[in-house]
């Protein structure tokens, strides 16, 4: 199995069960199997950049992971006023940590 799909294996155990926007009935899939969401989904669009952004660092970047993944999310956010943001709700940020957990675990 190549590395990318290693990475997208564990996330789908770690992350996508969790995840409200996953697919109804899509925990009947098993992990080597790419849900419909995943095209639109920031943990799997910034995959290279995050799994990049762990190798780099290790353990966190200087200016910490929270500002990292915000500033990869939101870049699209639509909204001007930061109190009316709704990067949070956002798979990548919601799971942040188990995102980066997965990838800093794992000896790709």
């Not at 200087?62 to 001007?80: H, K, M, N, V």
Request: hydrophobic share 35%; proline share 6%; aromatic share 4%.
């Amino acid at each position: 199995m190549d590395e990318l799909m290693a990475i997208h294996r564990a996330l789908r155990i770690q992350v996508c069960l969790q995840c409200q926007r996953r697919p109804a009935n899509s925990d009947m899939l098993g992990p080597e199997v790419a849900l419909s969401c995943e095209g639109e989904c920031g943990v799997f669009n910034h995959l290279p950049r995050l799994l990049a952004l762990v190798r780099r660092f290790g353990g966190e970047p200087p200016c910490g992971y929270r500002s990292a993944i915000q500033s990869l999310t939101c870049t699209d956010c639509a909204s001007d006023d930061p109190r009316q943001c709704v990067c949070d709700q956002l798979p990548l940020v919601r799971f942040a940590s188990e995102v980066l957990a997965t990838l800093e675990s794992q000896d790709w």
